[in-house]
Structure formats: C-alpha cells, structure tokens
DNA sequence: CACCCCATGTAAAGCGTTACATGATTGC
DNA sequence: GCAATCATGTAACGCTTTACATGGGGTG
C-alpha cells in the first residue's frame, strides 16, 4: 500500500514516465524504497484510474512514446492524509544475516567472503550518496543549506542513506574480526576492520 | 524463500514448537527477519513435507497439545548448501522515510511526532538488545567471549541489531534537530539529540 | 556484431498479511 | 472479571517478483 505514496512523493520532484520513475527509484529512493517495473507500472496504472496521477503521452521520434506522469490535486489530497498517518514499524529481512546466525555451521572463509561482499557493496553506495550530498550542498554548511534550501526532505533519507550504510560497512569489519578472533588468525590488513568514519559524522 | 531457512537456523537452538519459534523471532530473530504465525506454521508444513525437519506430537495435560520440530539431517544438509550461496542484496522498505522524503509538505510538528514515535521504539528495542548481550556475556569481555563461547552466530547478528537500532535513533534526534533548525526553533531538552553512545560503541 | 539504453506492459507464480476459528489456564 | 499465555491452523486477500514479449537507436 505504501508503494503508492513512495510514486506520489517522488512525482514531487517533477513529473516522469514510469522509466524514469523506475531510475529515480534506483538511485535516491533506494535507501527506504524499492520496486520492480512491472509493479511499478501496475500501481501507476492504478493511481490513473483513481484520479491521483494524470498521464499524458508523449509521442517521441526516436524513441518509443513514453506516458509522463503528473500528480493530481487529488493526488495531493491523498499524500496529505496518508503523510499525517502512523508509519507502520518496520521489519527488516536480511538474507546474510540469516547466514551470520549460523556461522558456527559454516566455513569460516566463506562467511567472511560473504561479509566482505555486503561490505564493499555498503562502500560503494556510501560514495554514492556522499557524492550526491556533494552536489547537493554545493560547499554551504549543513546548518546553512537547512535554512536556505527550497525542499530538505530529500537531504534527510539522504543523509539516512549515508548512516544506514556507513553502520553496515562498520558491523561487516567488525564480524570479519570477530571470526577471524575466534579461529585465533593473525590480522589481515586487506580485511582489518577501518573506521570509515565513526558515526558521530552523521550526527554533525 | 529464506523464510525456511530462517526457520532451520533458528531449530539449531533447540528443538521448538511453532509458538515457540514465534516467540523467538519476535525476541532474537528480529533484527533480521520476521513473519506472522500462520507463514510459519504453513512453512513448518512445507518443511516436514520436504522431510527438512520432524515433527513430533507433544501431547499436554493442561495446555494444548503442541508439535515439537527438529532439523533432519536432510534439513542441515540443505541448510549447509544454502549457507555458501550468495545473499540476495538487501532491499530496504520504510514507510517512516517516505514521509520524511514528503516532509516539505508536512506539518513539521507532525513529522517531529513520527520521527519521536521512532526513536523511542528504536531505543526499547536497543535496550532490550542490550539486556540480552549482558545476559550472553556473564562478565566476559568480546574477545574472551569469542574464544570461549560455544557459538558466536546469534552474538554477530545481535551486535547488529545495537548498531543498527543505534544508528536509527541517532538519526532520528538528527532530523527532528534539523526540522527545528529549518523553522529557526529554540532547541527543546527533551527532544534535542543526546547522543546515546557514538557508532564507535558498537566496534569497540 | 554485440550490447546497452529507451519504454511499456502481461501473465503466472510465489511470498506475506489479516481475519477468523477454537478453547483451556494463569495471573492481576 | 479481564487480559494474557498457550497452541495451531484455514481462507481470503494483497503485495512482489520473475519470465516473457516487443523493437528501434546509439556505442564500441
């Protein structure tokens, strides 16, 4: 149900075809949101049919036609009432970490291989994020962009996004260690665990 | 379909009945996985099928009666083969973010409302976690309790569960401080960020 | 020539939640 | 008396993924 709300509040940044939803899906709304294409375009339909979004098509040359999307004052209405509604509590599913609980069942290389994976992949869209705030900050202080900037709640998932995945990135070292303790192994200083950047970084 | 392996691993701590195997989702199992009853006594179904797990019929005076499940060979075997596969990556899915993605159209108070509910349940949760790794180590320090511990599994994943609860509530007190700066608010005690103990608490 | 990008969908299958049904026992 | 705990499930519904279908244009 809330799938709907996410299109919704991502057509807030300017309209788009189902495509480019799908992109902006990808990159900004990935840190608390996810959905295939098909899903996607099952529920814009639906959102059509319930006046929240408008679809006009756009007859391209080069290109197969595409159907932009714009939200409704419907549309709006709906956001408003859903905003104002409690989040439901939030359950998490990692599939690692269902492998983690049973690492004393494991060889110990692969769980570390495992762990070192889930690691580089939370570095790399760390560096993403962290360039994406680059960009968005455009050199203010984070105080000054909070008072300047025309909208601020992209920056805060944002910023989520950087924590989220700075913590995972932290808690892969710190596991790596601690299996590499347990079997008495010497350090390794390819795996050894680097504080990227302790999380009182996200806090400032 | 890692339901079912959630539900091996989980059997690798003592035999249990369906109840029983809820109730320890809710407690150890929360940080990375979850499901409503009737999924698991329906996956519980599946697996005896499959011959994974047996079950035995517990027959009781004053309670119902109950079915005790334990592994089979068949299932360590399975368990074991799932192990060494790769991990789907993790997709994230937050009702809270979506509106804090919206929060340019929101009520700031209502907003500040959420992130609160959310940092608070963050922090029962982390006390709770907190509590239960007491209870594991009895005293020991981590690297003793990594050499001596008869399993480390369920200890990785609840360190993952303080940083990860850790990191939610630091970030909530993070955004309600930057709602109130953006609308040039006085700072209130009782919601302004206290950190509860940096990222580094949670390496160390 | 192979591969990725653009662009939208259908159909089927699998995963997950909610409502309902039942009923004794224990603690406040 | 009321609520919580123990204990297992069925049925209906909704959400999500995966496989498939189509086809031109740009890049190495």
Redesign the pocket.
């Known amino acids: 149900?809330?799938?709907r709300y996410a299109l919704l509040v991502t057509l807030l940044d300017g309209d788009a075809?189902?495509?480019?939803?799908?992109?902006r899906f990808d990159i900004r709304v990935a840190a608390y949101w996810?959905?295939?294409?098909?899903?996607m375009?099952?529920?814009?339909?639906k959102l059509e049919d319930d006046g929240l979004v408008h679809?006009e098509?756009?007859v391209?040359?080069?290109?197969?036609?595409?159907?932009?999307?714009s939200i409704t004052e419907a549309g709006q209405a709906a956001l408003h009432e859903w905003l104002v509604s409690p989040p439901?509590p939030l359950?998490t599913?990692d599939d690692l970490l269902v492998r983690v609980a049973a690492v004393d069942e494991m060889d110990p290389l692969v769980a570390i291989d495992h762990l070192r994976r889930r690691r580089d992949h939370a570095l790399s869209k760390l560096s993403t994020y962290r360039e994406i705030e680059q960009l968005v900050l455009r050199g203010r202080t984070e105080v000054d962009y909070l008072h300047t900037a025309r909208h601020i709640g992209s920056y805060l998932t944002l910023v989520k996004g950087i924590g989220y995945e700075l913590e995972r990135a932290d808690w892969c070292n710190w596991a790596i260690h601690a299996i590499r303790q347990r079997h008495g192994w010497t350090a390794d200083p390819t795996t050894e665990p680097q504080m990227t950047a302790a999380a009182t970084d996200v806090v400032t």
Not at 17 to 23: D, F, P, T, V
Not at 41 to 45: S, T
């Open positions: 149900m809330s799938l075809s189902g495509y480019e939803l799908a992109k996810h959905a295939q294409p098909p899903q375009y099952a529920e814009l339909g679809a098509t756009v391209q040359d080069r290109r197969p036609n595409k159907r932009m999307f439901r359950a599913k």
